[in-house]
């Protein structure tokens, strides 16, 4: 079948090959895209819909982000390791996404607030300035400070605009983690932000007019996937770009944290960029010497005598700075069996428990799933009534998401006694499942645990509720 005539679905779970990349440099790369060129965004997020398993939508979405690159190389090869490149030659592969008329638009209808939504700044002679007045950001006093040279940066584009909330919401699942954005529009000839690097897996995409980039390596070892973001460098710290190319609309510049980079707008064109990212704290540090190792340390305080005993009464003589060059057999004695310790405490870390933990937080912290109109009309956002005793028992379930996994700490203070019902849903998504066939007690506490859980607008039925 010609590309022509086959749906912006079919296209991308259909992707094979990607184009082999040209222009390879050491520690970045350039992939050029002769590409689907006839696949729009909204055909994408419209074929998405009838899609239903979350994570087969983020791969879809995923797949059409980084095209032609190939997902499976790009998490092997590029991922946390190394900037790419991708240019489309498409000025319209992100078309629908958000563009200035819609970023005027929201100034017009929404209360943007400086601070909050919207930050309007300058990077001129090596100096950076946020120029944010106090209160609501109007659309004169906006569009007076982008003509004298600002960059306008909104912080939260997915509040404002439902097509970077349906694909924010759809990626978070392919990430295992929230997934945010920026949107950064800057005047031709200007620079808006000093060169820094991020703590967070950034995706540029050009949207409209052009942007100039510099990408360089990490300057040492502790910057490479750093847990904070850094501070704004000068251009003496920051060495040789590994990375020099200018962005037009349709490309796409990935760098992982620690990278440090700047953009700067050429003298004959705008560039309204939105920055998608992802990944911020997700490392296994975070998971185990923050979450894992004090709960290790509280159960092995609980049930192992060895961790609860004192310290020698003559610690202070041979422990401690002072005593670091001393030699004192009752010092390698004592870390000995501090080692010992250490090497038992691996047997009490409840790494299922802390990564539930993290769990919950990505929880809290993600986008509410873009609902399709069928999902509605089958859910506790479009119910028009509750369920009739006569047939409730016989509605058939579906979780909304694969990370349903995650609520099950989340909802667990009222789902205490269905901890084996929860996990059969979710080992059973994406499949419906009836009522009756919940391992619940009693008939009653199926009911109670379904309609909490759909009141609560976690599942929804595989028909739409009727009035009755």
């Given at each position: 079948?010609?590309?022509?005539?086959?749906?912006?679905?079919?296209?991308?779970?259909?992707?094979?090959?990607?184009?082999k990349?040209?222009g390879?440099?050491?520690?970045?790369?350039?992939?050029?895209?002769?590409?689907?060129?006839?696949?729009?965004?909204?055909?994408?997020?419209t074929?998405?819909t009838?899609?239903?398993?979350?994570?087969?939508?983020?791969?879809?979405?995923f797949?059409?982000?980084?095209?032609?690159?190939?997902?499976?190389?790009?998490?092997?090869?590029?991922?946390?390791?190394?900037?790419?490149?991708?240019?489309?030659?498409?000025?319209?592969?992100?078309?629908?996404?958000?563009?200035?008329?819609?970023?005027?638009?929201?100034?017009?209808?929404?209360?943007v607030?400086?601070?909050?939504?919207?930050?309007?700044?300058?990077?001129?002679?090596?100096?950076?300035?946020?120029?944010?007045?106090?209160?609501?950001?109007?659309?004169?006093?906006?569009?007076?400070?982008?003509?004298?040279?600002?960059?306008?940066?909104?912080l939260?584009?997915?509040?404002?605009?439902?097509a970077?909330?349906?694909?924010?919401?759809?990626?978070?699942?392919k990430?295992?983690?929230?997934?945010?954005?920026?949107?950064?529009?800057?005047p031709?000839?200007?620079?808006?932000?000093?060169?820094?690097?991020?703590?967070?897996?950034?995706?540029?995409?050009?949207?409209e007019?052009?942007?100039h980039?510099?990408v360089?390596?990490p300057?040492?070892?502790?910057?490479?996937?750093?847990?904070?973001?850094?501070?704004?460098?000068?251009?003496?710290d920051?060495?040789?770009?590994?990375?020099?190319?200018?962005?037009?609309?349709?490309?796409?510049?990935?760098?992982?944290?620690?990278?440090i980079?700047?953009?700067?707008?050429?003298?004959?064109?705008?560039?309204?960029?939105?920055?998608?990212?992802?990944?911020?704290?997700?490392?296994?540090?975070?998971?185990?010497?923050?979450?894992?190792?004090p709960?290790?340390?509280?159960?092995?305080?609980?049930?192992?005598?060895?961790?609860?005993?004192?310290?020698?009464?003559?610690?202070?003589?041979?422990?401690?700075v002072?005593?670091?060059?001393?030699?004192?057999?009752?010092?390698?004695?004592?870390?000995?069996?501090?080692?010992?310790?250490?090497?038992?405490?691996?047997?009490?870390?409840?790494?299922?428990?802390?990564?539930?933990?993290?769990?919950?937080?990505?929880?809290?912290?993600?986008?509410?799933?873009?609902?399709?109109?069928?999902?509605?009309?089958?859910?506790?956002?479009?119910?028009p009534a509750?369920?009739?005793?006569?047939?409730?028992?016989?509605e058939?379930?579906?979780?909304?998401?694969?990370?349903?996994?995650?609520?099950?700490?989340?909802?667990?203070?009222?789902?205490?006694?269905?901890?084996?019902?929860?996990?059969?849903?979710?080992?059973?998504?994406p499949?419906?499942?009836?009522?009756?066939?919940?391992?619940?007690?009693?008939?009653?506490?199926?009911?109670s645990?379904?309609e909490?859980l759909?009141?609560?607008?976690?599942?929804?039925?595989?028909?739409?509720?009727?009035?009755?």
């Amino acid at each position: 079948m010609d590309k022509k005539h086959m749906s912006a679905l079919s296209i991308y779970q259909s992707l094979s090959g990607g184009i082999k990349p040209q222009g390879q440099e050491k520690d970045c790369e350039t992939h050029n895209d002769e590409g689907v060129d006839n696949v729009s965004l909204g055909a994408l997020l419209t074929d998405l819909t009838k899609v239903n398993n979350s994570r087969n939508r983020a791969n879809i979405l995923f797949k059409w982000l980084i095209h032609p690159v190939q997902d499976k190389s790009f998490f092997r090869d590029d991922w946390e390791k190394k900037p790419i490149l991708i240019q489309r030659q498409n000025p319209d592969y992100y078309k629908g996404l958000f563009s200035t008329a819609e970023f005027d638009s929201i100034l017009r209808n929404d209360d943007v607030q400086y601070g909050v939504n919207l930050d309007v700044t300058s990077y001129t002679n090596g100096k950076r300035e946020t120029h944010n007045p106090p209160g609501r950001a109007l659309p004169y006093t906006v569009w007076d400070f982008y003509e004298s040279g600002c960059s306008l940066r909104m912080l939260n584009p997915q509040a404002f605009s439902s097509a970077v909330w349906q694909v924010l919401s759809v990626l978070q699942e392919k990430f295992g983690s929230m997934a945010g954005a920026n949107v950064y529009l800057t005047p031709a000839g200007t620079q808006g932000f000093a060169p820094h690097y991020d703590d967070i897996e950034a995706f540029v995409l050009q949207l409209e007019g052009k942007k100039h980039w510099r990408v360089y390596n990490p300057r040492s070892e502790e910057e490479v996937l750093p847990w904070c973001p850094s501070p704004n460098f000068s251009q003496n710290d920051i060495g040789q770009p590994i990375m020099d190319v200018v962005l037009e609309a349709g490309d796409l510049l990935y760098f992982p944290r620690g990278f440090i980079h700047q953009g700067d707008c050429l003298p004959d064109a705008h560039s309204l960029h939105i920055t998608v990212s992802s990944f911020q704290r997700k490392s296994v540090e975070e998971i185990l010497l923050l979450k894992l190792m004090p709960a290790a340390l509280e159960i092995a305080m609980e049930e192992d005598v060895e961790f609860r005993k004192g310290l020698p009464l003559d610690y202070l003589q041979f422990m401690g700075v002072q005593n670091s060059e001393k030699e004192d057999p009752r010092r390698g004695k004592f870390l000995a069996h501090v080692e010992g310790l250490m090497k038992k405490l691996v047997n009490y870390a409840p790494v299922d428990a802390s990564v539930d933990q993290k769990a919950r937080d990505f929880l809290h912290d993600c986008l509410p799933p873009v609902l399709s109109a069928e999902e509605k009309a089958s859910s506790v956002y479009g119910a028009p009534a509750r369920w009739g005793d006569s047939c409730a028992v016989t509605e058939t379930l579906c979780l909304f998401f694969t990370r349903l996994r995650i609520s099950r700490v989340y909802l667990k203070k009222k789902t205490q006694k269905h901890i084996d019902a929860m996990e059969f849903l979710i080992h059973s998504y994406p499949k419906f499942v009836s009522v009756s066939s919940l391992p619940c007690e009693t008939t009653e506490a199926k009911m109670s645990l379904a309609e909490l859980l759909f009141e609560k607008g976690v599942i929804h039925t595989a028909e739409p509720l009727t009035a009755e």
